[in-house]
């Protein structure tokens, strides 16, 4: 019996993807600020254009993931603003 384990790998790596961003917001937002989602955007077209022109299968859909996994992160980051306004995070002193 074979096993096809490219499911499994995808969700793998989905999984930890999305797990990256959710520290990197609460960096992006404690160190830059709301200003930090053009760099997300940024991310996100860029990930979505190797998506489109990469031949690996497996390649091409995390950098897919890495790109709508950035999108969403941009809202993400302005919703950060809103917790750390709230006292739930940190607000950097350092920041205005």
Not at 17 to 23: D, E, K, R, S
Not at 37 to 65: D, M, P, Q, T, Y
Not at 73 to 82: A, L
């Amino acid at each position: 019996m074979d096993f096809n384990f490219m499911g499994i790998l995808i969700g793998v790596s989905t999984f930890l993807i999305i797990g990256l961003f959710h520290p990197l917001v609460i960096k992006a937002e404690y160190y830059i600020g709301v200003k930090s989602w053009w760099l997300f955007l940024l991310l996100g077209v860029i990930s979505a254009l190797l998506s489109l022109f990469i031949s690996n299968l497996f390649l091409s859909i995390l950098f897919g993931v890495v790109a709508f996994s950035s999108f969403w992160s941009i809202g993400e980051v302005f919703e950060q603003r809103k917790r750390v306004q709230k006292g739930w995070f940190p607000k950097n002193p350092n920041r205005k």
